[in-house]
């Protein structure tokens, strides 16, 4: 099965399950049963499925009420059971509110689900926050508020990029596309580019970010404004010295303002 989404302003997010050998349409799922918004664009990444066929993905500004299916800025856990797609988990943060009063969608990134045991899934979006939550149990919504709040029902959260002022205003460290994991030979390693700052490696160890104070940093930093790095890695297996990683970034120019800069 082939799961597509879509996502633009005003426009309700939309996944489309589709038969990979007719394309006929298999089933089709709304994060928004009412309104607007709530786009599946995870910035050009796609939904994330594990072995058992749930998929999961990340979704943008919106109104949140998951008791009449609105599942404005969360992260979702679908399953295809006949010709319906079915929430089974969701994440939302407790700030959800004050990241839709500063266009700060959650689904700017895509979710990446992280091998081995304690099953684990990391992502971030426009606040420059990570978060680490269980793929068993996503932790749902608590009835904190505010901006600062914390999510107290999951497995971490980090704040990865701070809030950097140029062109005469506060700027959030946007994080697009979503961060990347590899198991090297010594530990495992989570990659994120976030606008406004250099790439930061995570060392990830028993489920958990671990040197989430003093982070890796890589020398070059690009110039301020979107959007930061578009991650991909390769590498052969766990081998040392074989893990490469890829970034997409400006090389001068805000894509945010010029709408087409220069890339490295």
Known sequence: VLYVGFGGDGNRGALFAIDAKTLDQRAFWSSKQSGGDGGIWQSGQGPAADAAGNVYLMTGNGSFDAANGNYGNSVVKLALEGNQIVVKDFFTPCNFQFLNQLDLDLGSGGPV??????????????????????????????????????????????????????????????????????????????????????????????????????????????????????????????????????ALVPLNGDANQQRGVLAI
């Open 113 to 246: 689900l992280l091998p081995g045991t304690p099953s684990r899934i990391v992502g971030g979006g426009k606040e420059g926050v990570l978060y680490v939550l269980s793929r068993t149990n996503m932790g749902k919504h608590t009835g904190a508020a505010g901006a600062n709040c914390q999510n107290t029902n999951i497995v971490q959260q980090v704040k990865a990029f701070d809030v950097a002022f140029h062109d005469g205003q506060n700027h959030y460290g946007n994080i697009h596309g979503s961060p990347v994991f590899w198991q090297g030979p010594d530990s495992g390693r989570i990659y994120a580019w976030g606008e406004n700052s250099q790439l930061k490696a995570y060392t990830f160890s028993q489920g958990r970010l671990q040197n989430v104070a003093n982070p890796k940093r890589s020398a070059f930093r690009p110039p301020d404004g979107m959007p930061g790095g578009m991650l991909t890695l390769s590498a052969n297996g766990n081998k040392a010295g074989t893990g490469i990683l890829w």
